[in-house]
């Protein structure tokens, strides 16, 4: 009797742990289908903050305070259309749009596209993947001229045309919402394929604006630091050419902690990636990209690298002045 009691109470406790188990997983998968928190709420300042970019940086940004799952179709996004002439290219990560006058230079895009990933992985900590955001592939645009480049970047942000062509390379058009960070797409300048090298490091540092977006924390930074993210997306593709930018005696005044005119942010950025690196080593300049999602970089440095920002600025101002001296010295021989 004794026995059959021990035996329906361990019954009994068994029926209860896996109701309560069959409970969790049905709970944990409910909530992998909310948006994350996270987006809920982004304060108006961060949402005023990136409006307010001007358009020589290579970052179209909106708010959408009403999304829509149907936003995230790629169906729905530009191109394929008549009006616009653009023939696509798509495979399980990208969709590339391009005008048949383009084609190998869509070809080449889609093969740049793809050695991006690992490399961003590496650095970054993550890609993502369709998957990882609500199905979606990412969208490269590669016009053919001048007037289909202003164009696109006009018709995705559904503004009006402005003359994007003489500024940056490359755009990155995204969206931020409750739903997340909903990549419009990457428009290419025609330009950068004049030179292979060019070309590649153009996408990869609009690829590198993909994840970083992806990842940041909209909610926690309400101004961040545009040399942060410009700067790392400039170290991500290499573009060693972005040292004949140095401002030598711009430098001496520039503090990292603090706004400066917004053109400097790429070789700023670039070199204060760089130097890092140097001083430390590119394992800790991978912890401290982690921290950078979410907090100011005078709080990631202190944390990282154990120093206050101002010393760190002593170290970077002396290595970018080297790095613009050799830059200069390979380039006269
Ligand atoms: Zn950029």
């Known amino acids: 009797m004794r026995n059959f009691k021990d035996s329906f109470i361990t019954f009994l406790i068994t029926i209860i742990i896996s109701i309560w188990l069959v409970f969790l997983i049905y709970f944990f998968n409910v909530g992998k289908g909310t948006p994350p928190l996270i987006f809920a709420n982004i304060p108006k300042i961060t949402i005023d903050f990136f409006n307010n970019l001007p358009d020589t940086l290579d970052l179209g940004f909106g708010y959408n305070p009403n999304p829509k799952t149907s936003d995230w179709y790629n169906n729905n996004n530009l191109g394929e259309n008549p009006e616009n002439g653009y023939l696509k290219l798509e495979d399980s990560l990208f969709i590339i749009y391009y005008y048949p006058e383009v084609k190998s230079e869509a070809l080449r895009t889609k093969d740049n596209a793809h050695k991006a990933i690992i490399p961003l992985i590496d650095l970054m900590g993550k890609y993502h993947y369709p998957y990882l955001v609500n199905n979606r592939k990412l969208p490269i645009y590669v016009p053919k001229d001048c007037k289909s480049y202003n164009a696109t970047i006009s018709n995705i942000q559904k503004n009006k045309l402005v003359e994007y062509c003489d500024g940056a390379l490359g755009i990155y058009l995204f969206e931020v919402s409750k739903m997340g960070t909903l990549a419009k797409g990457i428009v290419l300048n025609p330009i950068i394929f004049n030179d292979l090298l060019t070309e590649k490091v153009t996408l990869w540092h609009e690829m590198n604006h993909y994840v970083y977006f992806n990842e940041f924390r909209f909610d926690s930074i309400n101004e961040p630091a545009v040399w942060v993210f410009e700067g790392l997306a400039e170290y991500f593709a290499n573009?060693?050419?972005?040292?004949?930018?140095?401002?030598?005696?711009?430098?001496?005044?520039?503090?990292?902690?603090?706004?400066?005119?917004?053109?400097?942010?790429?070789?700023?950025?670039?070199?204060?990636?760089?130097?890092?690196?140097?001083k430390y080593n590119r394992t800790k300049l991978k912890k401290y990209i982690q921290l950078i999602y979410s907090k100011a970089p005078e709080n990631a440095i202190k944390e990282i690298y154990g120093i206050f920002i101002s010393d760190f600025e002593e170290y970077w101002k002396k290595d970018a002045k080297e790095l613009f001296i050799q830059y200069i010295n390979n380039h006269e021989k």
């Open 239 to 278: 573009n060693k050419e972005r040292l004949s930018d140095v401002d030598t005696t711009k430098l001496d005044k520039i503090h990292l902690n603090k706004q400066f005119n917004f053109d400097d942010n790429y070789w700023v950025g670039y070199t204060a990636y760089k130097a890092m690196e140097k």
